[in-house]
């Protein structure tokens, strides 16, 4: 009778494992533009969430929803021609929805240029109760990039922040510009998946090679102006460049903010909110928070960065955007987040922010107000409560099996 239990509990494992599967991993899709020929010019894999901030007659939502397994491939996307056009991804799905992934090259590496987000607010499944019917369209450049005849994979999630949408790419493989009509077997991993290990021999002992940077110390800070506080700030600030070595070799560095060589500054007005930070190395690192009255949110709308880089070909290196929207919360609140925000300002520059709790604009007595937890903390709490939820399940379901088939043992055997 123990033999036969044992058989019986095995579907039972099997069927925990696959349901644990199920819950961590999410529905990835293959897109491929062909040429006139039919040759592949592009190839991408990959799964794709969005985060979206829309407009209903109640006030802001936010919406999250997945790029859906029946998404197909434009006949407009395109191999682009020589001297006159790059080639182009277009995705469609659902009701007017699309996702473009525009492509460049140099002599050694190709990126995603632009990456841009068409939606369509009269699809109500997605955007229930929106106050416009209107198809909107946002963009912004992307750290996808990679060697010529090599694909670009990333694990890890990358964030793509398009004004009010967040795309979040997960187990990406991406690769334009084909030689074999196949994704390559080489590859260029993303930053998201690093440090990575190397093969190269042991360095001599001087000089010693550079550490991988931690994570940078968390500091507050703090604007004011003639009527009180106007901002306050809790973050850990890394930079993430890149730029052309004066060997000609394109490099992309690291840089932690030290706050204890950092002056903080900034100023107060009625639409805008500034931070800014100077140091040695870092002469102007500016944040800029805008607000919209209407809404009543304020939010990161643009960052700026001036930087020496004495190793660089241009050694002046500047940087900004004034289009973002990141960091969002209700005016009054206070924006948190305990995951690592990615901010994309520029192709060349992006900025991780750790542990962020930020407040603009209306800070009452110089301390934050009531938190709004951000899309990234909310969703890293779903997969353990559904785990806990699917094993506590299955353990339900053995102990009954396990019950079951001792009641059935017990009567299988009759006293004579």
Known sequence: MAALGGVRRRPLLLLLLVLLAGLVHGTAAVFVVKDANGTACIMANFSAAFTASYDTRSGPKNVTFDLPSDAAVLNSSSCGKENASDPSLMIAFGRGHGLILNFTRNATRYSVQLMSFIYNLSDTQIFPNASSKAIKTVESATDIRADINKKYRCVSNNQIHMHNVTVTLHDATIQAYLANNSFSKEETRCEQDGPFPTTAPPPPPHPSPSPVPENPPVYKYNVSGSNGTCLLA???????????????????????????????????????????????????????????????????????????????????????????????????????????????????????????????????????????????????????????????????????????????????????
């Open 234 to 416: 809790s973050m850990g600030l890394q930079l993430n460049i890149t730029y052309e070595k004066k060997d000609n070799t394109t490099v992309t560095r690291v840089f932690s903010i030290n706050p204890n060589k950092t002056t903080a500054g900034g100023s107060c007005s009625p639409q805008l909110v500034t931070l800014e930070l100077r140091s040695e190395s870092v002469p102007l690192l500016a944040f800029h928070f805008g607000m919209n009255a209407s809404t009543s949110r304020y939010f990161l709308q643009g960052i700026q960065l001036n930087m020496t880089l004495p190793d660089a070909r241009d050694p002046t290196f500047k940087a900004a955007n004034s289009s973002l929207r990141a960091l969002q919360a209700t005016i009054g609140n206070s924006y948190k987040c305990n995951a690592e925000e990615r901010v994309q300002v520029t192709e060349a520059f992006s900025i991780n922010i750790f542990k962020v709790w930020v407040q603009a604009f209306q800070v009452q007595g110089d301390k934050f107000g009531s938190v709004e937890e951000c899309q990234l903390d909310e969703n890293g709490m779903l997969i353990p409560i559904a785990v806990g939820g699917a094993l506590a399940g299955l353990v339900l379901i053995v102990l009954i099996a396990y019950l079951v088939g001792r009641k059935r043992s017990h009567a299988g055997y009759q006293t004579i």
